[in-house]
């Protein structure tokens, strides 16, 4: 039996970067609002208390997957090496997904609890993974859904990998569970290979708060999914949400995650209170994320104050009580007439706006790359390299690279390539969105 450990309570810390001083007649207050957490459980073999974290693991096996044979391989070992990750006392299942979704393991309409017996058990039923049919992710995800909903673990997370476009389901069906599933369990997406449509699989995981990337290489899978359920494992708090207060005459004009990866969360603004509202942020283990926050207030003259916007993370708390506040900031307006304060950017909302504005330059240049625009793509793609070279992100310079050769970086000259290999050009598009941090001086 296993000596199940409680793992600490992770600490919540929240810091506001902003000038927060604005012209006579100025309105728009922008800040990065950075929240950290710390002082949890980590990435351990550990076992966790039962019904910590519930994982299911949805491994395409459309008959695609075996052409190459080294596919479906490269799945059935790093869906393997994940299961082996798994800490005991986490609730976990396999589903295998064509048209339809199958339980592989344990098939018994629930999940399963990982200890030695149980991870052996699956991993010999991962051996009759075999590939046929067609592809319907929508129907992976409601089965996921339906078995993690059978759970009561705080921690619930999808593992999903495809190598093709989801041709046998109507894209609003899809939409639709997405809709569905957003905020009741978290799901990491990745592509295999490259056949499959990157705006499917990022948008699988920007709806479900997770992650997204290319596996080119399918002997590169175990080492993937082997990251990815060491995340997983390293989470101790789920559903948290970011509130934000605003006083009466003030609006939230957008708030977007900038680091580490950007993603706007602006549309999924659910009502709080009248003056406040909560953006979601999913599951939080030992990690550090940033959010841009625009807010536009009333004017004001010169030598007034006012508090824009109060900006808190918190936490459904037990049935019948307030949501528990884990940290909070303050995000200040101040009316100068001292141009030099006023026109000053702060460091920290320079960088991310830029971050923001580089992954935005590759999309449309890639997108216009594609529809033949050789003027449009070379201005956007130069405007990356610039951005990337300014910023310091040497990772997202180097898949630029792939696609253009550079002639000035710091003036963003370049010039398309003639050839381009279809998984440099994936990676680039499926990473744009991951950021550097501010260098530290």
């Known amino acids: 039996m296993a000596n199940f450990a409680k793992p600490s309570a992770p600490r919540f810390s929240v810091e506001v970067y902003q000038n927060e001083f604005l012209a006579e007649g100025s309105r728009d207050v922008h800040a990065i609002v950075t929240v950290t957490s710390t002082g949890g459980a980590t990435a351990t073999r550990t076992a966790v208390a039962p019904g910590g974290a519930a994982v299911v693991i949805m491994v395409d096996c459309s008959g695609s997957m075996e052409y190459p044979p080294d596919k479906m391989r490269g799945a059935r070992e790093a869906t393997a090496a994940a299961v082996d990750t798994l800490r005991d006392g986490t609730a976990f299942a396999v589903i295998a997904g064509t048209h339809v979704a199958k339980e592989v393991f344990p098939r018994r309409g629930r999940l399963a609890i990982a200890d030695a017996t149980t991870r052996a058990q699956a991993k010999e039923a991962l051996r009759g993974l075999s590939s046929g049919g067609g592809t319907a992710i929508g129907t992976w995800l409601r089965l996921a859904d339906g078995l993690l909903r059978g759970s009561t673990a705080a921690i619930r997370h999808g593992i999903l990998l495809t190598d093709g476009r989801n041709e046998h389901e109507d894209p609003a069906v899809l939409r639709a569970t997405l809709d569905a599933c957003a905020g009741r369990f978290t799901c990491d997406a990745r592509g295999v290979g490259t056949d499959w449509e990157v705006k499917e699989v990022t948008g699988i995981a920007s709806a479900l708060l997770g992650t997204a990337d290319i596996v080119a290489d399918p002997a590169r899978l175990t080492a993937d999914f082997t990251h990815m359920m060491e995340n997983v494992m390293g989470k101790e708090v789920a559903d948290v949400s970011l509130r934000l207060w605003t006083p009466v005459g003030a609006e939230v004009l957008y708030v977007k995650q900038v680091a580490p990866a950007v993603q706007d969360l602006t549309g999924r603004r659910t009502e709080a209170s009248p003056r406040a509202g909560d953006y979601p942020t999913g599951s939080w283990g030992d990690e550090s994320r940033e959010y841009h926050v625009c807010v536009r207030v009333p004017g004001a003259a010169v030598g007034q104050e006012m508090l824009a916007a109060r900006a808190a993370l918190v936490m459904p708390g037990a049935p019948g009580e307030q949501p528990a506040v884990l940290a909070q900031g303050l995000v ?97 598009e499926t990473r744009s969105t991951q950021t550097v941090r501010v260098r530290k001086s």
């Open 332 to 428: 200040r307006a101040v009316w100068t007439d001292d141009l030099a304060a006023s026109t000053a950017i702060n460091p920290q909302v320079a960088h991310y706006t830029g971050q923001a504005e580089l992954a935005q330059a590759i999309q449309q240049g890639l997108e216009a790359r594609k529809l033949g625009d050789v003027g449009g793509a070379t201005a956007k793609l130069g405007r990356a390299v610039q951005l990337a070279s300014s910023s310091g992100n040497a990772d997202t310079a180097k898949l630029l690279a792939k696609v253009v050769d550079v002639v000035d970086a710091a003036a963003g000259t370049v010039r398309l390539k003639a050839k381009v290999a279809d998984a440099d050009e994936m990676t680039l």
